[in-house]
Every structure is written in structure tokens, then in C-alpha cells.
């Protein structure tokens, strides 16, 4: 077998048993992709095909380009709220602008390689974001509950039995497609007075076709959409690259986060050539899709191409479908994907873990933004990081033989949080000879070369003939270039007997 072919075989399906547990869990996926774009559709104040035909362009191309297998992208609240100021005041075709400038925006990301980005976000800040998550996605369940009749409860129970017990008696049909499948049967034949997918708006009819947007292409229009395009690319990539986080982590697999930046791009590109919104990577449809079986490329492009499917010839009868089975398939989701060890961990996790966990998930929750949560989690993990080494460093004075010398043993880091506490190490020496041994320090920026300059030129003020020795070859660089106290004398590991 080929490289090329084994590497295609590893990365779409590897048997026949593995493809039909994909194509499945795609199908599952498709379902579910539905009464999401046209909700997410509602909020950026646009027509329900314009969250459909991108639903499917991403979902397809993201399946191709993307470095993240199994994972679902489509189109998704993050950026559907961003966009909601841009289509009131300018109309539609600067969205569908913005969207292809927020491509190139993303696939420039993954050329400069920022998703090296999230090796700077923390577990706690990601336990966080996957909870947050699923209390929003619980809470959008609650417009489906509010003013029904007892139908609905009754078909969202039997829903939620079919998904947690068929599991127990054969796992060769994804259980959520069962109770979809299930429930819509009995919707129908009996004719029960609950809301269906028609409800939420008016499917489209037919395949998109491709135009460009019926913007002037003047320095005026990318006045415009560049904010919007900065916004949504920055939302659009940090929730991939966390949800392929999260899958990496359900899988036990790699993914390649460069690739799904330049992915997820060229998939927002296309989608707004196709008369799309913009998009990303959607934690819950790839919760349900590992879940059911999903692994390899094949599930995301079923979900996107049986998608395009529903939408161009069983329109009609999706829109039958049950909303109660849909809340079912997205309650089990919420359940699912909520960390529930988070919980019982919290008394047993540092108290600043715990802290920065919490605040993700309050300020997501309460925002609905999950930029602005992830941010203060990254930010409150940074502080606490900084305040952890800041203490990480002593200062032993020793007094020489005839005690007319005086000797400071620095050891540990020096940084700009560090400075205050290493400046006040030190005391008047009265004009006794000073050494400072900082053979076990480490200086790392030049707020700590700062602080170096500042007690030396104390200590010479009050009379004290002062040398520094001991430096590493990382600080003694440091020193040499930013240092302003003199720097001739010290030699470079020395250490006083």
C-alpha cells in the first residue's frame, strides 16, 4: 500500500465497519445541525438558508482541509452574534463580505502559526470552557420547554430512555438516531400537538450556487467589515482550537491545529460563496458525533453532504421532525459533555485552579461569549502563575571572617513580579564590601536587570564597594546589554569562597 493511500485510509476509514459507524454518526450530526442554523440564523438577523448552505459548505470542506478528524464545524452562535450589528446596519452582502475576509484572516493565522497560541491556555481555563459550554447548551433547550403541552415532556423522556438505554442491548445503531427516528414516527402517525423543525423556520428549497458579494470593493466596505472580520476570525478559530482540544482529549488522538486554522478558513470562504455565514467548530455536534461512533473525515462529510441531502430533497418531511427528539439528542449532549469530575475535584485541586475553572465558566455563561471567558481564564491563570514564581527565590545574607564584608546568596527567578520582593532582600550596609552571588538566580527579562541596578546603586550610595558574580550565560547576556551598573569585573559562574 502507498504512503498516500494508507495515509487516506488512516484518516477516513479503515474497514467497512468503521465507515458505517461514520457515515451513522454523520447522519446523526446532520439531524441536529438543523434547528441549530436556523436558530443561530434568528440571532445574526438573516434568512435560515444563510445558516443551512453554511452549515453544509463547512462541514464539507472542513471534512477535506481540516487537521482535526471527526470534529464538526458549521455554523455556530459565537459568530453569529458578532454579526448581528453588521446585517442590521449594512445588510447582508457585507456579511457574506466579512466572511471571506474572515478566511483569509484565519488561513493567514495558521501561516504565522499563532494556534501555538494554545499551549498558553491552561486545563482549569479548558474545564472551564467545556462546562460553560454545556450550561448553554442546556439553557438553549429551554425555549423548547416553555409553553408546551405534556406531550413534549413525555416524548423528551421516552427520547432520553431510547438514548441512554438501547446502548445496553446492541451499540450497531447510534442510540440518538433511534430516538430521532423513533420519536418522528410517532409524531407523525399520531399526530401529537408539538412543535417540529417547520416551526423554527422556513427550510430552503434546492442547492446554493456560488456568487460574489454585492459589495463595492472600495477602502469604504473594508472599513467596514474589517472589525467585524477580526472578530469573528479570532471567536471562529480560539473555539476550534479548543473543542479540537477536547477532542484530541475524548479520542486519545493528535490533531493538526495549524492545518485546522488554514481549514477552517478556506471552509468560511467558500461558505460565503455559497451564500453562507460564518463559522467554526461546534463542540456539541462533535460531542454527538464521537459519541456515536464518529471518527475518521467520513462522519463530517456525511453530516455536511446527508445535510445538503435533507435540504434539497426531503425538506418536507425534515420538517417534521419532532422538536422534543432534537432537545433529547442535545440534553444528552449537555449531560455528556459537562466535566462532572470538575465538581468533586474542586476541593481536591489547588484553590487557584478551582478559582480560574469558576470564573471561565461564570463569565461564559454569563456573556454568552466564550472568547470573553476563555480570555479572563487565560489572563486570571497568567496572574496566578505569576504570583506562584514571584516566590520562588531567596536572599541568605552571610557576614565575612571579620564581619567588615557582607555576602547575599541570590537563588531563583528574577522577573518583573519578582522585583519588588528581591529589591527589598537587601539593607544598608553602612559602606562594608558587598558581594552578590547570584550563581543559583535566574534574571529573565529586563525588569530584573532593573532591580539589579537599582540595589547596586544603593548599596554604592551608601559608601559600599559592591560586585555581582556568578551569572549564567542566559543573565550574564541579559545583564550586558540592558544593565546600567558596571559590568567589567564579574566573571561569568564564579562563585566566592
Known sequence: MTPTLSRFRTQWFADAAEARRDILAGIVVALALIPEAIGFSVIAGVDP?????????????????????????AATAAVAVVVTPLVRDHGVPYLFAATILMGLIQIGAGLLRLDLLMQFVSRSVITGFVNALAILIFMAQWPQLIGVSWHTYAMIAAGLAIIYLLPRLTKAV??????ILVLAVASIALGLPVRTVSDMGKLPQGLPGFAWPNVPLTLDTLRIILPYSLTMAAVGLLESMMTAQIVDDMTDTESDKRRECMGQGSANIVAALIGGMGGCAMIGQSVINVTSGGRKRLSTFVAGAFLMFLLAVLGPIVGRIPMPALVAVMIMVSIGTFSWNSITNLRRHPPTSSVVMLVTVAVVVATHDLARGVLCGVLLSGIFFAGKVRRMFTVERTEGADDASSLYRVSGEIFFASVDRFTRAFSPEQGRPVTIDVSAAHFWDISGVGALDK??????????????IGYNAASADLVDRFALHDKTGFELGAVPH
Not at 174 to 179: F, N, R
Open 455 to 468: 540595589i547596586v546603586a544603593r548599596l554604592r550610595r551608601d559608601g559600599s564597594e559592591v560586585s555581582v
Open 174 to 179: 447510534p442510540s440518538p438516531l433511534v430516538a
Open 49 to 73: 438558508r444563510v445558516g443551512l448552505y453554511a452549515s453544509v459548505a463547512i462541514a464539507i470542506i472542513i471534512s477535506l482541509l481540516g487537521g482535526r478528524p471527526a470534529m464538526i464545524s
